[in-house]
């Protein structure tokens, strides 16, 4: 099997550049656009990553808005990097693939900038641009202070301190190891919680809470390099399903040192921290949930003693989402809950009705009344004026897209006004303390892509330069709905089709839970229109369990999110042929990554009438071998659900295995570990059924840009090679 896997590659390397050659260099035409970016408070001055067209270094750029000119802040060092494996195992878990300046934050007063490169850190100072290194190395997740005095962060799995004006540094704990660490993320917050912080600051400055994570009964793992034979294997310590997750513990401590505080919560009964929030002027806040996700907790703190009061209590039958922002890449929302002005309530979302809303709390965190509408499903928070008692929000009206609304908080009978109107997806960041203006980074229905500082009125002000390169043409797609339940679907022609052609079908898919693949938004189609350029027509599905449709349509695949979700997809392309005489039916080939890469393997497997060829790459095999967090969060314990476990587990199926199928697998992946390949190859080895197996260097991602390429040829042309007449 190696020697077809090298062939594949090799073949495929020896023929004039392709179409996902620079889609590869550029990363889908998004190196070069502005990101992670920020407006001062004041409104004056936008602060925002870049890099070149075909670099993956990030460098800090400010653009005067009064001025109308951009300047460079902090370029990177054109050093190659050297992370720690915490912090490169942190860009793992928050899908940092980029380089150079990563990270910054700004002081509240807008006078100082932290910039991280890698483990160096540097200030710089607005408006001169003097750049001061900071002493030391090593550091990890660090957080400026909010005014602009003192940095925090992690270095040897201890928290420290430097104060800037004198370069004092101080470890405000000690005892960290790699098994017990403090100010780090433990892996389901990181992974599966979307939270990367580990230290937060209080308000005035004065003190910091820190997780301390014991993960010294956490199951070891150990990932060696096959290239390197000579290394010794990294040690990981993976909350594999049904076994132990990290202890937690939440500490209090003076930015000046001493006696840690813990806060007191049942951290047996609610050992996931979600979020932690300690908002200007109002409570600190926790969100904590059980181990079955069943139950969540929005807890308030009193940080002198760290007792708790429970402010309220979200629960669900199945399981409860966090936030309604799954699979839309937003950046600049609001993490809730969001308090208002002098502890007066709090703005919460829930989904108690089956469509998430946004709700007013009173500050006991009883409800007042929900502020959006059940018929405009909303997903963020975006900026809360005070002064006008408004609130701006991202909504997605017709699941397809992300618009921008503003409404009043006070009366539930309001009626939303747009913010924007252009069909797409918009991702806003508000400046903080005048809420006069906000950047859109917006990726359009038309195929778009920039980022504009827009007044509160509507009126753009600016447009952020972009250096990307131009694509030679924006995907061809056709959005519509299929089937009983009108799926959202997206069929892809090639550039150019012969007229009456049948051409073969591939199904694009992800199909499981949190992503939600079709979305008003050409440009994220680059990959599936170079693949059907191939002369193909790709097919894209939402069905049962992906978000953005209610509580019901999610939760239907509770214990089993596979049956349903792979009926819904043979349903819906075949559908989507009735309409399209074009689709040959007869040659369809299915293809995914990660999830999608365990939906592939299982409809190869299962459905040989519908699906003649596939391609999965990096897939979960065994659901026993993933993270708890998620695993468990729709299948339950293994120990208590083995049918669940037994319904979705590939090897289950894969005797009856009687389609080709190229399984691609990175050997070093510490997210969809290479046992899961492993042992689906031996399975499939047993019952003697053949396989193709493509072997890659590195992890879950694909950073590099030649292997990204050869992977994406080799998968096209393994599915010319089966779906050929």
């Known amino acids: 099997m190696r020697h077809i896997a090298l062939f594949l590659l090799i073949a495929s390397s020896a023929h004039a550049e392709s179409c996902f050659q620079p889609l590869a260099a550029t990363r889908n035409y998004t190196l070069g656009q502005p990101r992670h970016v920020l407006p001062t408070p004041d409104g004056k001055t936008i602060l925002f990553l870049r890099s070149a067209a075909r670099d993956t270094k990030l460098g800090l750029f400010a653009y005067d808005l009064a001025a109308a000119t951009e300047r460079p802040l902090a370029q990177p060092s054109a050093a190659p990097e050297h992370l720690s494996v915490e912090e490169k195992a942190l860009r793992e878990r928050t899908r940092m693939t980029l380089t150079g300046i990563t990270d910054y934050a700004l002081s509240e007063d807008d006078s100082r900038?932290?910039?991280?490169?890698?483990?160096?850190?540097?200030?710089?100072?607005?408006?001169?641009?003097?750049?001061?290194?900071?002493?030391?190395?090593?550091?990890?997740?660090?957080?400026?202070?909010?005014?602009?005095?003192?940095?925090?962060?992690?270095?040897?799995?201890?928290?420290?301190?430097?104060?800037?004006?004198?370069?004092?540094?101080?470890?405000?704990?000690?005892?960290?190891?790699?098994?017990?660490?403090?100010?780090?993320?433990?892996?389901?917050?990181?992974?599966?919680?979307?939270?990367?912080?580990?230290?937060?600051?209080?308000?005035?400055?004065?003190?910091?809470?820190?997780?301390?994570?014991?993960?010294?009964?956490?199951?070891?793992?150990?990932?060696?390099?096959?290239?390197?034979?000579?290394?010794?294997?990294?040690?990981?310590?993976?909350?594999?399903?049904?076994?132990?997750?990290?202890?937690?513990?939440?500490?209090?401590?003076?930015?000046?040192?001493?006696?840690?505080?813990?806060?007191?919560?049942?951290?047996?009964?609610?050992?996931?921290?979600?979020?932690?929030?300690?908002?200007?002027?109002?409570?600190?806040?926790?969100?904590?949930?059980?181990?079955?996700?069943?139950?969540?907790?929005?807890?308030?703190?009193?940080?002198?003693?760290?007792?708790?009061?429970?402010?309220?209590?979200?629960?669900?039958?199945?399981?409860?989402?966090?936030?309604?922002?799954?699979?839309?890449?937003?950046?600049?929302?609001?993490?809730?809950?969001?308090?208002?002005?002098?502890?007066?309530?709090?703005l919460w979302a829930a989904e108690r009705t089956g469509v998430w809303q946004l709700e007013l709390h009173r500050p006991d965190g009883t409800l007042d009344h929900a502020v959006t509408s059940a018929s405009l499903p909303f997903v963020a928070v975006n900026d809360m004026n005070p002064t006008a008692g408004t609130v701006t929000f991202t909504a997605n009206p017709d699941r397809l897209g992300a618009n921008i609304f503003r409404q009043s908080i006070t009366s539930n009978t309001a009626k939303p006004e747009p913010l924007d109107h252009q069909p797409g997806l918009h991702d806003i960041t508000f400046n903080d303390s005048q809420h006069n203006l906000f950047v859109d980074r917006i990726s359009g229905a038309d195929g778009t892509a920039r980022a504009d500082v827009v007044g509160i009125g509507g009126k753009v002000l600016a447009t952020l330069r972009s250096v990307a390169e131009q694509p030679p043409a924006i995907p061809k797609v056709q959005f519509t709905a299929v089937g009983e339940h009108r799926m959202d679907a997206v069929l892809i022609h090639p550039t150019d089709t012969p007229a009456g052609a049948k051409l073969p079908v591939i199904l694009s898919v992800y199909g499981g839970p949190t992503v939600k693949v079709v979305l008003r938004s050409p440009r994220d189609y680059f990959e599936d229109q170079c693949m059907a350029d191939q002369g193909f027509i790709v097919a894209s599905i939402d069905g049962h369990g992906t978000p953005g449709r209610g509580r019901d349509w999610e939760r239907a695949t509770k214990s089993d999110f596979i049956d349903l979700p792979l009926q819904d997809q043979i349903t819906g392309l075949q559908a989507l042929a009735k309409s399209n005489p074009d689709m040959d039916m007869s040659r369809t080939g299915i293809t995914g990554w990660s999830f999608g890469g365990y939906f592939t393997a299982m409809a190869t497997i299962r459905r040989p009438d519908i699906f003649k060829a596939g391609v999965a790459g990096a897939p979960v095999v065994d659901f026993a071998d993933y993270d708890t967090?998620?695993?468990?969060?729709?299948?339950?314990?293994?120990q208590a659900s083995p049918d669940a476990y037994r319904v979705t587990n590939v090897l289950t199926y894969a005797k009856g295995l009687s389609r080709p199928l190229l399984i691609m697998h990175g050997l070093t992946d510490d997210n969809v570990y290479f046992q899961n390949s492993v042992k689906l190859t031996q399975a499939l080895i047993a019952a003697g059924r053949p396989y193709s197996l493509l072997l890659l260097p590195g992890t879950h991602q694909l950073p590099d840009p030649v292997l990204r390429a050869r992977v994406d040829e080799a998968r096209a042309q393994f599915l010319k090679d089966h779906l050929a007449k």
């Open 113 to 346: 900038i932290l910039v991280a490169q890698a483990d160096h850190l540097a200030l710089i100072s607005l408006p001169s641009g003097k750049t001061t290194p900071i002493p030391g190395i090593g550091w990890i997740n660090p957080r400026l202070s909010p005014d602009g005095q003192a940095i925090a962060g992690v270095r040897d799995n201890d928290v420290h301190v430097t104060e800037l004006a004198n370069g004092h540094d101080q470890a405000l704990t000690s005892g960290g190891t790699d098994i017990i660490t403090h100010g780090l993320p433990d892996f389901a917050a990181a992974e599966e919680f979307d939270r990367a912080e580990g230290l937060w600051w209080s308000p005035d400055s004065s003190y910091l809470v820190y997780e301390q994570a014991d993960s010294s009964g956490v199951e070891r793992h150990f990932i060696a390099d096959p290239e390197h034979p000579s290394i010794q294997p990294t040690e990981f310590r993976y909350p594999r399903a049904g076994t132990a997750n990290a202890k937690l513990r939440l500490g209090r401590i003076a930015r000046t040192g001493g006696k840690t505080t813990w806060i007191d919560w049942d951290n047996t009964a609610y050992h996931y921290v979600a979020r932690v929030l300690w908002q200007k002027g109002s409570h600190l806040s926790l969100v904590v949930l059980n181990r079955a996700q069943t139950s969540e907790l929005l807890l308030s703190v009193d940080p002198q003693t760290g007792r708790t009061t429970r402010l309220l209590q979200d629960m669900d039958s199945a399981w409860l989402n966090l936030d309604a922002s799954h699979g839309l890449g937003l950046t600049g929302a609001k993490p809730l809950p969001y308090w208002l002005p002098g502890n007066a309530g709090f």
């Open 629 to 638: 967090a998620y695993t468990e969060r729709y299948l339950g314990l293994p």
